[in-house]
């Protein structure tokens, strides 16, 4: 370590009050050195001596590597996906621990600083200590810039992801025994949920959503429970379980629902859902029950969003992915039917043709499409000759086609961090992402040698496959702690940056730097880090001269104009 002495390089970070931003630090050694270890000091401010404690405001993460071991593939695109570059590569954000170095491997860690709204602007600086046990090591400058701006609480973009209540009994398995109130399910979903608001794409499909429907991959089921209703165990093929098609048999829990709602609000989402419907005209012999099962369910749900007035909130996804458009039709009638203008209705389509945005708006209240279809489906023509039809539109990434932006684990960064910038520049109202944690349903698939990680588990070794991680942006520990990932983070900065540009076209709408110009297209855009980080630094300084006048010189922050 000490054979680096000499380094004069600086870490340079910029962020805005109430944001997240971060940097790597690689190291590597010549030889076996075990013990080391990273530490941030706390920040000042030499002007005005305000502080940003490292307690507070620093967090450091050694980064693990996942093993991929794949075969290339191909999309209906007739396009591969990508190409199975297999070996380690770095993704996991464990808890700051000492490491141990070896000869010619890299050890990465994730810096990241955090400012509040109330953090005061100006040049902060302190130092990055490495060391190892006998304290040899180096001492890196870091500066951080706090922007005299801050990024909103919440959002007017629409971002939401997938995280089943079910999910934490297949990740952990027979170590998952919850008790009888869910106590321990509701700590793991708390600590998920927490994590995916702090990356800017919380859980609304299912946070406060009993109803389980589903009618794909040899599902035919409509059932409800936990959160939302209290049913009683009964025995269903050798199994207990508290869940029942029968609502009447349940208690919705009014007081439990809220709860979580408000939790939610509370966190900064500007909606939730309250269900998922499925698509119960699928097959004839479970018609009339399911359509009662969600029938039931909704008027209850209906009765708790407008007696506290959360019309404006409450959203409902129609059938997933439906190859049935009329009985996609027949759903939205029937919901609405029920439910009337008290929630919005949210209907996707992975249709890849021209005609299908012409369908599927007759039967949603928002549309849902995937990213790389947005051509295909001729998105443009339709918004312009229906734009009532797409006053809220939103669209996803999922496994394929075979495009970037995407969050396969051998992509660069920039496809995630380019999501936000790309929502904006093509204006879209929403991103709806399919799956947070473990996508273990089929081993040969998508990972073989599943298991929650150790603490100091550096090298995981899953055998990642066809899907590349996609679905997965956070790890389980064994002691059901949750990791983040580097890929997650990388979403959370680049809704970060789309907040900059919304913050600008607010104060200058015919800017030209609202033009984006680290995007050329949808499958075209900036991959030079230095270039982005440019990019997002002009953003900053023209709201602060938008502001404050065209003037303005930001490093007066934290003295002159404190």
């Known amino acids: 370590i000490d054979s680096v002495g000499g380094l004069t390089n600086q870490f340079d970070i910029e962020l805005a009050k109430n944001e997240h931003e971060a940097a790597q630090l690689l190291i590597s050694a010549d030889l076996d050195i075990s013990g080391v270890d990273v530490e941030v000091s706390d920040l000042i401010n030499c002007d005005t001596q305000s ?12 980064i693990a590597y ?14 591969p996906i990508l190409i199975a570059n297999n070996g380690w590569y770095p993704d996991p954000l464990l808890k700051n621990q000492t490491v141990a170095l070896k000869p010619d491997e890299l050890q990465p860690f994730l810096i990241t600083i955090h400012t509040t709204q109330d953090t005061p602007a100006g040049d902060y600086t302190g130092n990055i200590i490495v060391k190892d046990r006998s304290n040899r090591g180096l001492t890196i400058p870091i500066r951080v810039r706090v922007w005299d701006f801050e990024l ?29 109130d869910h106590s321990r399910l509701k700590n793991v979903m708390l600590k998920m949920t927490a994590l995916a608001f702090k990356n800017k794409l919380p859980p609304s499909f299912f946070f406060a959503n009993g109803l389980n429907s589903r009618d794909w991959r040899g599902y035919n089921h ?3 429970g936990y959160p939302t209703h209290d049913c009683p165990y009964t025995e269903v093929n050798g199994s207990l379980t508290d869940r029942s098609s029968d609502v009447s048999k349940c208690a919705f829990n009014e007081e439990r629902t809220l709860e979580l709602i408000n939790y939610f609000l509370d966190k900064g ?28 369910y909704l008027k209850d749900y209906l009765k708790l969003i407008t007696d506290n007035n959360l019309q404006e909130y409450a959203y409902l ?68 000759k229906y734009p009532d039809d797409f006053e809220e539109f939103w669209w996803n990434i999922n496994i394929w086609p075979a495009t970037h932006p995407n969050l396969f684990i051998q992509y660069p960064l920039a496809d995630a961090r380019i999501l936000g910038p790309m929502s904006y520049k093509y204006k879209m109202h929403g991103f709806e992402y399919w799956q947070l944690i473990g996508d273990i349903s089929n081993p040969e698939k998508a990972m073989a040698n599943y298991h929650p990680l150790a603490p100091d588990e550096l090298r995981v070794n899953w055998f990642v496959q066809e899907k590349s991680l996609d679905g997965t942006l956070m790890y389980p520990g064994n002691d059901f702690s949750i990791y ?54 002009e953003v900053a300084l023209a709201i602060l001269k938008e502001k404050y006048g065209p003037d303005y010189d930001p490093s007066s922050e934290g003295s002159a104009r404190q």
């Open 152 to 180: 909103p609480k919440v959002s007017r973009f629409k971002t939401a992801s997938f995280l089943h209540w079910g999910m934490a009994s297949k990740i952990w398995g027979d170590a998952f025994v919850d008790s009888s």
């Open 66 to 79: 996942i093993n991929v071991n794949m075969k290339a593939q191909k999309s209906n695109l007739e396009e």
């Open 484 to 537: 983040s990932s580097m890929r997650f983070e990388s979403i959370r900065d680049g809704f970060e940056d789309m907040e900059y540009l919304f913050m600008l076209e607010d104060l200058k709408p015919d800017h030209e730097l609202l033009s984006v110009r680290t995007i050329f297209g949808l499958n075209e855009f900036e991959y030079d880090v230095e270039k982005i980080l440019q990019y997002r630094r």
């Open 222 to 224: 409509t059932d409800v």
């Open 269 to 296: 989402a500007n909606h939730f859902f309250v269900g998922l419907t499925g698509n119960v005209f699928k097959f004839k012999n479970t018609l009339v029950l399911r359509k009662m099962t969600v029938e039931s």
């Open 51 to 62: 502080e940003l404690m490292a307690g507070e405001h620093v967090e450091i993460n050694p």
């Open 317 to 384: 996804y129609g059938p997933d992915e439906p190859e049935n458009f009329q009985h996609a039709a027949d759903t939205y009638a029937y919901v609405k039917a029920i439910l009337g203008d008290n929630i919005k209705y949210l209907q996707n389509t992975n249709k890849n043709n021209n005609h299908a945005l012409e369908e599927v708006r007759k039967f949603s209240d928002i549309i849902d499409i995937n990213l790389g279809f947005y051509e295909i489906n001729d998105a443009e023509y339709f918004r312009s």
